[in-house]
Every structure is written in structure tokens, then in C-alpha cells.
């Protein structure tokens, strides 16, 4: 069974701090998205990565996916109220009896900017 | 709509009672998915509809637990004799084709409360 691990689970700061969410497998996916979810509503999809080392980044988010595609990471820069939310990392995972492919999801990383 | 529509959005009942849950995907995906988030949690996979047929059913807790897609469109999960441990929140997402790549639209879920 591949898993996907997340940490730190809960994460409080202060606005304009740095903070760094981490996602780590002993499996290799073939790709991982990141999604972030606030209450009430469903995940939305922030990135996909899909090669060994890959950087991406959005605004004040960067998004690394590790060489070997078992660990990511997504940093954020100076922090905003806004940022609030859970962070979800997902993996790319084949199963089903026609290989069909599925996502799996962590637990998740649930963030707190403060005013 | 323009985006994953789920009905209902809340539904309160009694142990023993069957649910049924609908999802209406984007219009054109021809991927459907169903999973499972327990409270602040990551999501589980249920099942994964491409058209009418379901390639990964591998999540299903369950033979209390059942799927349909019709017409290659709104999907229905059933659960028949519910229990306790299946409160949760039921989402459904859908994507323009099945694979990893795919950035999967999420609905807003139904939040299930089993009494």
C-alpha cells in the first residue's frame, strides 16, 4: 500500500513568516499535486509535478518534487492571512484491475497565519 | 453549474437507514471520482468511474457500500445499513480524462452524520 506522509500536521504562524510543508513516501509516484481545502469546501488543485527535481513555483509558493519522486515539499514566503487552509500533497498511484489510475492523498497539513 | 455540483449537501439519519449520495460532474469529464475525508483529515479513495464503468473499486469499505455512473454523467453512491464509523464527509471530483496528470474539479461534498 503506498502512503503519503505529511508534516508538520498543524502549523500556526505569524504573518510574513516563512513556512515549509513536507510530504514524504517510501513508494515512488509518478506525479504529485498539491491541493489546498478550507472549510466547508472541496480540495482545490494548486500544482502538479511530474519530473525527479522539479521546481515550480506560484507567487509566494514554491513546490519541489524530490529527485527520486518519493518526497515533496511546499514552501511559502512571507505568509498572509490568507494562506489559511488545509494542504493537501496527492500521488499519482496505478491499481484497479485495469491499472486505473488513482490518487493518493496525505493527511494533510492544516495551516494557521495569524494577524 | 460550471463546477462539480453534490447533493445533499448535508443529511442526518438513523443507524440502520440506507443514503444515497448524487454527483453531478463538469459536463464532458469523463472521470468520476468518489472519496471519503473523516474530520480535518486527508481524503480516502472510494471508487473511480471512467464513463459508466468503475476500473477501481478498491475502496469500497464495504459491500454496505455501492456506485453508479449513468449515462456517463451523474454518479450515485449508496450506502445501505448505515453504521456510525460512516459519518464522514463524501466528495466527489471529476476530471476531463482518467491519469495522474489530470487535475481532478471537486464539489463542495455532503456531510454525512449517521445518528
Known amino acids: 500500500t503506498q502512503l503519503l506522509e505529511q508534516s508538520p500536521q498543524f502549523l500556526s504562524i505569524q504573518e510574513g513568516e516563512n513556512l515549509t510543508v513536507y510530504c514524504n513516501s517510501s513508494?515512488?509516484?509518478?506525479?504529485l499535486q498539491w491541493y489546498r481545502q478550507e472549510p466547508g469546501e472541496g480540495p482545490v488543485l494548486l500544482v502538479t509535478?511530474?519530473?525527479?527535481?522539479e521546481v515550480k513555483k506560484l507567487k509566494r509558493l514554491t513546490f519541489q518534487f524530490g529527485d527520486a519522486r518519493k518526497d515533496s515539499s511546499l514552501h511559502i514566503t512571507a505568509a498572509q492571512t490568507g494562506d489559511t487552509g488545509l494542504y493537501l500533497c496527492?500521488?499519482?498511484?496505478?491499481?484497479?484491475?485495469?491499472?486505473?489510475?488513482?490518487?493518493?492523498f496525505g493527511q494533510g497539513t492544516r495551516l494557521t497565519i495569524n494577524p | 453549474g460550471a463546477g462539480v455540483s453534490q447533493s445533499p449537501s448535508n443529511k442526518v439519519t438513523e443507524k440502520g437507514k440506507d443514503v444515497e449520495l448524487r454527483c453531478d460532474p463538469i459536463?464532458?469529464?469523463?472521470?468520476l471520482y468518489w472519496y471519503r475525508q473523516s474530520l480535518g483529515q486527508g481524503l480516502e479513495f472510494l471508487i473511480y468511474?471512467?464513463?459508466?464503468?468503475?476500473?477501481?473499486k478498491s475502496g469500497l469499505p464495504s459491500d454496505r457500500f455501492s456506485a453508479e455512473r449513468t449515462g456517463g454523467s451523474v454518479s450515485t453512491l449508496t450506502i445501505q445499513r448505515t453504521q456510525q464509523e460512516d459519518s464522514a464527509v463524501y466528495l466527489c471530483?471529476?476530471?476531463?480524462?482518467?491519469?495522474?496528470?489530470?487535475?481532478?474539479?471537486f464539489g463542495d461534498g455532503t456531510r454525512l452524520s449517521i445518528l
Open positions: 471530483a471529476s476530471s476531463l480524462q482518467g491519469g495522474f496528470n489530470q487535475p481532478q474539479h
Open positions: 513508494s515512488v509516484f509518478s506525479s
Open positions: 509535478v511530474v519530473t525527479g527535481g
Open positions: 496527492a500521488g499519482g498511484s496505478l491499481g484497479g484491475i485495469q491499472g486505473a489510475q488513482k490518487l493518493v
Open positions: 459536463s464532458g469529464h469523463t472521470a
Open positions: 468511474f471512467q464513463g459508466n464503468s468503475a476500473p477501481d
